[in-house]
């Protein structure tokens, strides 16, 4: 059977085959949905994600990927999509067998001949030229369609950094894109998780100083020595409020940053950074506080 998964589902709501081909792009080595065949697909299973049009995007993509008669398995959690999920697969064409089992809605279809509003649904949550960023992004990408409040402050502060340094948690590039204004820049790594973002970082970020990496800052990491490093460190993981994340972007900068090297990082101001900055750098200072955010600067 050919057969494809969107995400991570647990077992105990959905099984998938161990030939099931992977395509969500927070899975590095996935495989992507837009490259699958149209009509090819026997069964496609998908954790839809959170987001309107990047669920609607996805649901529009495996219809697309499945044969005519293929089965769909498409669930989410209630509170994160899934108590829309059943009406936004009728919105397509489909006839829709729904049911309930640990906080998720769980819905089965059968690929109906023509769907509905699948080309529709791929244009608004594809890649897209974003006018207000100046930048191209994708639904599903942090903050896709503006720049962030915490981002904007981060920006506001003059600096002119040098050296190899990296934007860890890139995005569509909005950070990198000032880094780089900065001439005394040799090179800067872009990383993120997400391959949608790496994918819109390339297309902004025209600049033979730029490299790019996908990859999972909680595991090892792979560049050391640099100079310098900026952060608007995650504090969400598949929607759920998780500190422990943006701490482990704070200890991957302070791994790959030489002695000396220097991070600023942008944050909510009732997140707790300054104790692990505190931990992992010789010195921090509190650079300003506004809006709600805090701009903080360390030096390893």
């Known amino acids: 059977m050919s057969e494809a998964v969107y995400g991570s589902p647990s077992v105990a ?3 998938t085959g161990e030939a099931a081909v992977q395509v969500s792009p927070l899975v590095i080595g996935a495989a992507t949905i837009e ?6 697909l026997e069964r496609f299973v998908v954790l839809a994600p959170p987001g309107v049009l990047e669920r609607r995007y996805v649901l529009a993509q495996a219809l697309r990927a499945l044969k005519p008669g293929g089965e769909l398995l ?13 009406r936004e697969l009728a919105s397509l064409g489909c006839e829709v067998r729904e049911n309930a089992k640990r906080h998720h809605r769980i819905c089965h279809v059968t690929r109906p001949a023509a769907p509905a509003g699948v080309d529709a649904a791929i244009t608004e949550g594809g890649p897209q030229f974003v006018e ?6 994708q639904p599903g990408v942090f903050a896709w369609d503006r720049v962030d409040p915490g981002s904007a402050l981060l920006i506001a502060q ?8 990296a934007d860890l948690g890139c995005g569509a590039g909005v950070l990198a894109r000032e880094v780089l204004k900065s001439p005394g820049v040799a090179r800067l790594t872009l990383i993120d998780l997400d391959a949608r973002a790496i994918a819109a970082a390339r297309r902004n970020l025209e600049d033979p100083r730029a490299a790019f990496l996908q990859a999972d800052l909680r595991a090892a990491p792979s560049l050391s020595d640099l100079d310098f490093a900026i952060i608007n460190p995650p504090f969400h993981d598949g929607g759920a409020e998780d500190r422990a994340l943006g701490q482990a972007f704070v200890i991957a900068a302070a791994k790959m940053l030489r002695t000396g090297g220097t991070l600023r990082l942008v944050a909510n101001v009732t997140l707790p950074y300054e104790a692990t900055l505190v931990a992992l750098f010789r010195h921090s200072r509190l650079l300003v506080r506004a809006n709600g955010y805090k701009v903080l600067e360390a030096v390893k």
């Open 13 to 15: 709501l959905a099984r």
């Open 74 to 86: 498409a669930l989410a959690p209630k509170t994160k999509g899934g108590a829309r999920l059943g």
């Open 35 to 40: 490259a699958l065949a149209d009509a090819s």
């Open 158 to 165: 003059q600096w002119a950094p040098a050296g190899a340094g």
């Open 132 to 137: 207000r960023l100046g930048l191209w992004s």
